[in-house]
């Protein structure tokens, strides 16, 4: 499942807005390779990793007169670069899931 900016949780919460709220558990350095369509050097970078489990709506696709759609429980890893170099696009990624990751590293491998 892909997270989308207006993804919310049963509270009526961004997802994006929730897990960036919640508490850090690691970091983690990184070497990311060069881009040479944007003219990128190979550089090193710090992650900042949080993780959590929210319930979200399930989305109404197929038949808007369908009843309430019962709520699927997700985890949802974040990954944001510490402090990216000026002029460079920092990495941040929002990976969603039905595993749980148990340990930071676990968390990392999901956001790729």
């Known amino acids: 499942m892909r997270i989308v900016r207006n993804r919310m949780t049963v509270e009526n ?5 929730k897990i960036r709220e919640t ?3 690691g970091r983690i350095k990184a070497l990311i390779p060069r881009d040479t369509r944007r003219n990128e050097k190979e550089r090193e970078v710090v992650l900042l990793a949080r993780y959590a489990r929210y319930e979200i709506k399930k989305p109404r696709i197929r038949n808007k007169n369908e009843g309430p759609l ?3 429980s997700v985890k ?3 990954v944001k670069e510490e402090r990216p170099p000026q002029g460079i696009e920092g990495i941040e990624r929002f990976p969603m899931t039905n595993e749980e990751p148990e340990r930071f590293e676990a968390a990392y491998k999901m956001a790729g």
């Open 13 to 17: 919460r961004r997802i994006p807005d």
């Open 23 to 25: 508490p850090r558990k």
């Open 70 to 72: 019962p709520s699927l």
């Open 76 to 78: 949802v890893t974040y």
